[in-house]
């Protein structure tokens, strides 16, 4: 078979563009390789009662290592927001990064390390967390099957709402 006529094996039959890509030793991504959810209607917490499942959700399986690419848009007048992962998958091992910029003042940057799904990671602590952007990029390895997702409450209680906006991402990229 050629392609550009560059001969690839022994066959002379057309090569598809997925015959390309195996041929290559490339592994084309699908459906079940990426896993996104989005927040298709704003979240709104007024307690620091333990961190609640949010709708960002994806089933991931077993064996399975994924790429993490998550984005919080959130307002708070008053109360920063208390963010971490959980869901009924076993995670095996969780590292990544938060970036939180406020939008407001651009300049207000912070980044945080964490190497554990459940530890909580509270946005806004350096300003006022109003109009605020927290992304998280990292990778968990999955023992048992399940859902992973995130969970999110105030910081501190207070009747003002703290919000995770309509339009926030999750997206799990499966890469093995």
């Known amino acids: 078979m050629s392609l550009f006529g560059v001969k690839i094996g022994n066959s002379t039959a057309p090569l598809s563009s997925a015959g390309v ?25 007024n307690a620091n009662a333990v961190l609640a499942d949010t709708p960002l959700s994806v089933t991931v399986a077993a064996g399975g290592i994924y790429a993490i690419e ?8 008053v109360k920063a927001l208390n963010m ?26 912070n980044a945080w390390r964490v190497t554990a799904a459940g530890t909580d990671f509270t946005m806004g602590i350096s300003f006022d967390g109003v109009n605020s952007l927290a992304t998280f990029t990292g990778s968990v390895e999955i023992t048992d099957a399940g859902t992973f997702l995130l969970r999110g ?3 501190v209680s207070d009747p003002t709402d703290t919000t995770i906006l309509r339009g926030s991402t999750l997206v799990l990229t499966k890469m093995n």
Request: charged content about 10%; hydrophobic content about 45%; cysteine-free.
């Open 21 to 45: 890509i195996a041929a290559l030793g490339y592994t084309p991504l699908n459906a079940a390789s990426l896993l996104r959810s989005y927040l298709a209607t704003t979240v709104t917490y």
């Open 70 to 77: 998550l984005v919080v848009h959130s307002t708070s007048v």
């Open 153 to 155: 409450s105030q910081n």
């Open 84 to 109: 971490d992962f959980a869901g009924t998958a076993t995670i095996a091992n969780f590292i990544g990064e938060w970036i939180v910029i406020d939008a407001t003042d651009p300049s207000a940057t």
